[in-house]
């Protein structure tokens, strides 16, 4: 049976959908961030929403110190065709994705059933396919699109085998039960 996680009901904001969010966390521009439900954002995750549109699947976990900030690529405007520019693009998380402890990501995209481990750096525009693990203290590199079903690592990450086929399912369950063991102290 997995462990029961108790928490000061205090020390967390709760939405009607289940969205559980730390107070010591900072959420900017929340117009462009869209969460689905039943996510927990831990202590210290800082998401910023004010850069970009932000769009995150259910059943998202997001430990202590992570920073998600939306990525950006240099354009050129049509008023100044020879100075660069920022361009912030949208961040998506899919549905049971866990991101643990100090990690920074600032991948356009991270596919379901995912996990990235501690101290992660996830660089710019990077894509994270379904069932895919990232091992602790790795640095994707920008750029780097890690192919479904793959498990990667190292500074900088590489391919270092495939996962499971029964991935997807196990991470559903441990993230379902985690949520359902998240509970307020009595």
Do not use: W
């Not at 991948?107 to 990232?134: D, M």
């Not at 991935?167 to 985690?178: A, D, G, V």
């Amino acid at each position: 049976m997995d462990s029961i996680i108790q928490y000061d009901k205090s020390e967390f904001h709760e939405t009607s959908s289940g969205i559980k969010i730390s107070k010591k966390s900072i959420i900017k521009g929340t117009e462009q961030i869209n969460v689905s439900g039943r996510c927990i954002f831990f202590n210290d995750v800082i998401l910023r929403g004010d850069l970009a549109k932000v769009s995150i699947g259910k059943y998202l976990v997001v430990h202590e110190k992570v920073t998600l900030k939306p990525s950006y690529t240099y354009g050129y405007t049509k008023e100044s065709p020879t100075k660069k520019v920022i361009k912030f693009l949208p961040l998506m998380i899919s549905d049971y994705v866990e991101i643990e402890s100090s990690s920074i990501i600032q991948a356009t995209k991270i596919g379901t059933c995912t996990s990235i481990g501690k101290n992660c750096y996830i660089s710019h525009r990077c894509i994270i396919g379904e069932n895919s693990i990232i091992l602790d203290d790795s640095i994707l590199p920008p750029d780097t699109v890690v192919p479904a079903n793959s498990v990667y690592g190292g500074r900088p990450a590489v391919y270092i085998a495939e996962t499971p086929e029964s991935t997807t399912i196990i991470q559903k369950q441990k993230l379902i039960n985690f949520y359902k063991n998240f509970v307020p102290k009595s």
